[in-house]
């Protein structure tokens, strides 16, 4: 069905069903631009009051919409943790999707997809899901949307280590593809801010944005050396670039007058790569990443959320929001009522904890990166899997269980006091441990039912595939 037949049916259902008082979806529905980054921690942006990197076009969208300050990545591994974004499911529900470089099965609808066959337009740029493969009963590369990469960065001006894709003008492309009223939705992918980093963006940073070394916010998790601040300036500076392309995506909005009426979301896949509690690791760093959200026609501004949200949760909002269908396979709820709320603070009073997780991200045995976590306001319980086999046939969820951590995130917000054999937590212990066992047993995740052949084999392929230089062996 085109378009323009979805407009006609919307328009014949309204003038037919008016009079009978059934409600009916509006076909002058949002727009939705989804700006995700690549390995980026919440404490990057100017808006959460640590860093004096300029970012204010991120900080624009979270003074003309909610910052949230509890937003987590399910998974510190980028393909898994977008692929949680795509489905509205947590990552250890997809099966192969759950691990870098495996696949997500299409048994599992995506947003793009869903919104595609609701009439929006639908495109990308830049990163989507992956790094994976793409069978034929896996996702395609396109996500259902069409790939807007065609024009590059001029190779005089590129800098080095950076993306070569001009994510601008391809989103401009893109806007000119859209027919008039039509709404549409854009993945806006980022490579920035992933190592490697040319060594000389701290110079870069300095001279264009006038951010000296001893400017660069140094979390205690990183030791404070020259050769450390200039790392993390190098980050920062590509930090800043990116938000920059942030800001001439929201000129482009505002040039073609859709500005107003587009669901604008800023996000990262997961943590900043920072010492060894950031990306892929089981702490706050590698989990927690920014998220602001501004729809300047839909919600008021100037809020700032301390709802727990999930990457499983902006799926079904988006839906919600443009008026489609959420499948049933998403396990993932709605913030939308979040959105549109007038209040800050605590607006969902049930978001009180979130549980993120990793299962592999190129790692050999006998190393393990496997964990679940569950934060709350007050703590964070860690649990870390060994991946050791136990005798067949897997049965026992406690068998792979290698060490147990507790923090109290209140007092000791980068987590380098470890209180689990604090006797006077004991009860805190076990109470995140029922909690966080309640959860994963409700979602059906396999390291608490048990339900491990899936894991195994998709662990033993990508082990393979990485052997190989990640050529597909399957």
């Known amino acids: 069905m085109t378009y323009k037949s ?83 499911r947590n990552f250890w529900e997809l099966k192969q999707g759950a691990f870098i470089q495996a696949w997500l099965p299409r048994e599992f609808p995506v947003l793009t997809e869903l919104l595609k066959n609701a009439g929006y337009h639908v495109g990308l740029t830049g990163k989507a899901w992956g790094p994976g493969i793409h069978p034929e009963d896996g996702h395609p590369a396109n996500l259902g949307g069409k790939e807007y990469n065609q024009v590059k960065v001029d190779p005089v001006k590129r800098i080095p280590q950076m993306s070569i894709i001009d994510y601008n003008a391809n989103f401009s492309n893109f806007l000119k593809s859209v027919e008039p009223e039509q709404p549409f939705f854009f993945w806006y ?32 998790i990183v030791k404070d050396t020259e050769a450390n601040r200039k790392g993390r300036a190098n980050l920062g500076y590509e930090v800043c670039y990116a938000d920059q392309r942030l800001g ?141 086999r136990p005798v067949e046939p897997y049965t026992d969820p406690k068998a792979e269980i290698s060490s147990e951590e507790l923090y109290d995130m209140t007092n000791d917000r980068w987590q380098e006091k470890n209180l689990i054999d604090d006797k006077k937590y004991t009860k805190v212990r076990n109470d995140l441990k029922k909690k966080l066992t309640q959860y994963a047993l409700q979602t059906k995740d396999p390291r608490f039912t048990g339900d491990m052949s899936t894991f195994r084999e998709t662990r033993h392929y990508v082990q393979e595939r990485r052997k190989r230089g990640y050529k597909d062996v399957k």
């Open 6 to 88: 979805i407009v006609l049916f919307f328009a014949f259902f309204i003038l037919f069903n008016t009079d009978r008082g059934i409600a009916v979806a509006q076909v002058n529905r949002p727009n939705i631009l989804l700006f995700i980054t690549d390995d980026e921690s919440w404490f990057e942006r100017g808006a959460y009051g640590k860093t004096k990197l300029p970012t204010p076009n991120f900080d624009r969208v979270a003074k003309n919409g909610a910052l949230f300050l509890n937003a987590y990545s399910s998974a510190t591994s980028c393909a898994p943790a977008r692929a949680a974004l795509l489905t509205g």
């Open 189 to 220: 992918g980022s490579v920035e801010p992933h190592a490697p980093f040319d060594p000389d963006n701290w110079k870069r940073l300095e001279a264009e944005h006038s951010v000296g070394l001893s400017d660069i916010y140094m979390p205690p």
């Open 248 to 388: 001439e995506a929201l000129a482009l909005l505002e040039k073609e007058g859709k500005l107003d009426n587009t669901i604008v979301i800023v996000t990262a896949d997961n943590g900043t790569t920072i010492g060894n509690k950031g990306k892929i690791s089981p702490y706050d760093s590698g989990t927690h990443v920014p998220l602001a959200i501004m729809w300047p026609a839909g919600m008021s501004g100037g809020r700032t959320v301390s709802d727990f949200v999930n990457f499983p949760d902006i799926a079904p909002t988006v839906l919600q929001a443009a008026t489609v269908s959420v499948p049933s396979s998403m396990s993932g709820n709605s913030f939308l009522n979040t959105l549109k709320s007038t209040s800050s603070g605590r607006v969902d009073k049930k978001r009180d904890f979130t549980v993120t997780g990793l299962e592999w991200h190129g790692e050999t045995e006998p190393r393990s990166n496997s964990f679940r976590t569950i934060t709350t306001d007050r703590f964070a319980y860690i649990v870390r899997y060994s991946n050791h």
